[in-house]
């Protein structure tokens, strides 16, 4: 069953036989699709731009080309957004909801990953109460690489506000099995958003926020590809960031990412 494809059809609206008469084919064949049936190229594509989706997210496994590479980088490249605000919102949460080991998140601040599911600390709970391994680190508000970066964004000591009240949000989990929160103090190059092993990489551009900056889709394949060398600058940060401890914060100031 392509439960995506139904999931983002009930949120936009779209019956099956609408979706069969936007792409000129039988009923039969969008219930075909549902079923998990592969559609024709020119179908993913589509259906993908009428229910403004990337097609990796409705099909994430098409048919193997012919003289396709089955190893090395060109194959761990899903997609790509032209900026992380881009990201349609249901990507964000499939991609949560099938985690089953590992779901990390490496940021400044994330401010909109709460804000765009306000029940993303319950859920994150839930998956850890299923056995995945929880790891979120943010940076420090009171670290120099945060007032770098703030200074460089022009935005001064706004980013550390922001940082605050982000973590306001993950306060539930602090103390459940599983998960952890911690604060690094590091030039961050990129946000990451690892699921298993599905990664959304956020390259940063220097004076930009990173939502105004592209975001890389990628999967992995193999152990030397771009997923495990990012995975890899994820632990080594994991490493070296401390633990929250928010009676030793200062009380958090509100702001939007």
């Given amino acids: 069953m392509n439960n995506r494809l139904r999931t983002v059809l009930g949120q936009r609206g779209v019956s099956p036989d609408a979706l069969a008469e936007i792409c000129e084919v039988d009923p039969k064949t969008v219930s075909r699709w549902l079923g998990g049936r ?38 761990e490249l899903v997609g790509t957004y032209r900026n992380r605000a881009s990201v349609p919102r249901d990507v964000w949460l499939a991609l949560l ?89 590091t030039t961050l190059y990129t946000s990451m958003f690892r699921y298993d092993d599905n990664l959304l990489v956020n390259p940063h551009i220097w004076g930009q926020p990173a939502s105004a900056n592209p975001l890389l889709h990628l999967k992995r394949a193999g152990d030397t590809g771009w997923f495990d060398n990012y995975a890899e600058s994820f632990d080594a940060v994991w490493a070296a960031a401390r633990q929250w401890a928010p009676d030793q914060e200062r009380t958090a100031d509100h702001g939007q990412d």
């Fill in 38 to 75: 592969i559609p024709h190229a020119r179908h993913r594509f589509r259906v993908a731009r009428h229910l403004r989706v990337e097609e990796t997210f409705l099909w994430p496994e098409p048919s193997k080309r012919p003289g396709r590479p089955r190893d090395g980088l060109g194959t």
């Fill in 97 to 185: 909801r099938e985690a089953r080991h590992e779901i990390g998140v490496l940021v400044f601040s994330g401010t909109f990953f709460a804000q765009s599911n306000p029940h993303v600390a319950k859920m994150l709970s839930e998956r850890a109460a299923e056995g995945v391994r929880v790891r979120l680190c943010f940076g420090d508000p009171d670290g120099q690489a945060v007032a770098v970066r703030g200074r460089e964004e022009g935005i001064g000591d706004t980013l550390a506000a922001k940082i605050r009240a982000s973590l306001t949000y993950y306060r539930p989990l602090l103390g459940e099995s599983g998960c952890g929160l911690r604060l690094h103090d």
